[in-house]
């Protein structure tokens, strides 16, 4: 199975600030990472599939690049409606596997 | 409208199966992946089972292979997963989804296994 190290595992941040996480997966996954947001109580919403595709209605402060074993995902301008646990997902081989988790949480 | 309704948790002993339902509306589930993702309390997100369109295939992590069976039937646009030999640290929400990567995704089935 292919191992995804996903840091970091909490960020702390002010509104309007970057952050960006990272996962690094145990081979080359060849960009089929996604991104997604869990809010306390509630399923997870995706809001990036294959590195960098912006699902349709979710803002574009989301963003995510990478290549290989090598991907990071960001938010620009954090606004309130961002504090939530974000996780990465390899879709490239089964099974599929989740990061750790990053827990984003106002400074 | 997408919507995937999961149904059949509840409380069990160690050692008890359970078979939890996901009945899917709103778009070709013969057509698409069906997926069981699980994630225990406080804890992070764990990929449990997936079964591909036609349901030929499966797959399963070792943490749950031999022990859960993933299936669907197409003919009546719902998903199971069979889980055997219950274990405390199988206690957990557990959430189907469709897509690949998922976006479409239930509510959610809590799953607790005590004695």
Redesign the interface.
Known sequence: ?IQMTQSPPSLSASLGDKVTITCQTSQNINKYI?W?Q?KPGK??R?LI?FTSRL?SGIPSRFSGSGSGRDYSFSISNVESEDIA?Y?C?Q?DN????????TKLELK | EVQLVESGGGLVQPGSPLKLSCAASGFTFSSNWLNWIRQAPGKGLEWVASINPDGSSTYYPDTVKGRFVVSKDNAKNTGYLQMNNLRSEDTAMYYCATTSPPLYWGQGVMVTVSS
């Not at chain 1, 089964?94 to 988790?101: A, L, Q």
Request: glycine share 20%; charged share 10%; net charge neutral.
């Open positions: 199975d996604a997604y869990q399923a997870p995706l599939g699902v646990s996780y997902l879709y089964s099974p599929r596997t989740f990061g750790g988790g």
